[in-house]
Nanobody
């Protein structure tokens, strides 16, 4: 079961690091994507990383501020979020896909974790 963690409240301009893990399993065989959903909005693909540390993709709305990475063991995927803005407020989800290279199309992902809430406000 995927677990997303690391959300919380932060002031504009602040940073957070989200983690995605599946206890007892390695994620290295899968593409992993990060998605977010704000109240009243559709789920949006934020970033993804291909299997075995393959290519990454980051949506234009967060490019230059968000960075996706894997740990060396392949057990955890991170989303480093810098210069956070109020419009980044959302529930963030991670998901796995058997497809590589990765994509931020939600229908490509078969396993989803519970989300973690990120709130950016002053």
């Amino acid at each position: 079961q995927l677990q997303a963690s690391g959300g919380g409240w932060v002031q504009p301009g602040g940073s957070l690091r989200l983690s995605c893990a599946a206890p007892g399993f390695t994620l290295v065989d899968y593409s992993v994507g990060w998605f977010r959903q704000a109240p009243g909005k559709e789920r949006e693909g934020v970033s993804c990383i291909g299997s075995y540390g393959g290519t990454t993709y980051t949506a234009a709305s967060v490019r230059g501020r968000f960075t996706i990475s894997r740990d060396n063991a392949g057990s955890t995927v991170y989303l480093r979020m810098n210069d956070l803005r109020p419009e980044d407020t959302a529930v963030y989800f991670c998901a796995t896909s058997a497809y590589s290279p990765c994509t931020t199309v939600p229908d490509s992902y078969s396993s989803w974790g519970q989300g973690t809430l990120v709130t950016v406000s002053s």
